[in-house]
Structures are given as C-alpha cells and as structure tokens.
C-alpha cells in the first residue's frame, strides 16, 4: 500500500482509524468505491455518475489502485482500454460504507431516503448495524465497549490507555 504518513500525525501513524481514514477517507474515494459497489468499472461510467473532472477522476483511480483497493486490468487491446474491478481488499471495504450509508439514512425521514438497503430477494428494506462476531452484540454502545491498546501497541499508545485498561478513555 501508497504510505501517505505526512497526512497524520506522528503519534496517529499506528492507529487503525487514521490509517484507514488516509486511504479511504477522501469524498471522492468514498464515492467511487461505493459507484464500484454497484458495479461500475470503467472510466466513462465513474466520470459520468459522479460528475467528477478527468483530472481528478484519474489521480483518484492511481490511488485506490496503488492502495490495493481497486486493480487495473484492459478489457479493450486496440485501442488499449482499462476497467477499474474492486479487489478483495476493496470488497471488504462495503460493510464501511454500508454503515456509513445508514448512519446517514438514520437520520432522515424514511419519506425522505433516496437511497436504501434491501434484501436482495424479498425487496425488503434492512436495518445495517454493527455487532460483535461472536456475541451479537451491538457495538454502537460506548458504555459498553470501549478500545485499549493492543498487542502490538507503542509505547506511546500505551501510554494513551495506561491507567485506563477497560480501554475508556478519560479527558485530560
């Protein structure tokens, strides 16, 4: 993956959140992949959905391609033409913005949705929320779940949670 660590801060370059934030948390980005969730993956079709200038469309596509998101491959040989596919790592990106499509539906009237999820065979609109794989919990809930610093965490993001082991973080 493209490492941008001039985007975050130094104590942030090991945060899974400003990690993922770089890659994927451009407007731009987010609405080509979600365009890619729906089956676009040429140039034309990209451009013309989004409304977005060649110019930045390109230098989007070398980005999401470079991270390992999206991969370049020719459907034409004269003359030369590439497709844009979602890659593994890019597919597992749709629960992200599943969720982030709800958050934003929740906050409108059912009336005034312009988008919504459904099942795919009974047409059915579906609820997306996150929950823990192995209870089923929900983990929308603060008081219930919190992070803490993991296995592989510095010093200084120990030292983020040191007298915090449940992972809560308190206010200076």
Sequence with gaps: MVTLASRIRLEDR???????VQHVGEWWTLLILHDAFDGYTRFDQFQDSLGISSSMLTARLKTLVADGLLERRPYRTNP??????????GRSLRPVIVALAAWGNARLDPSQRSMILVDAKSGEE???????????????????YSFTAGPAASDAMRAR????PEGRRRPA
């Design 14 to 20: 090991e945060c899974p959140l400003s990690t993922t």
């Design 161 to 164: 949670y040191a007298n915090n």
């Design 126 to 144: 579906v609820e997306p929320v996150v929950v823990d794989a192995v209870t089923g919990h929900r983990l929308d809930d603060s008081d219930a």
């Design 80 to 89: 030369v033409r590439h497709e844009y596919v979602l890659t593994e790592l």
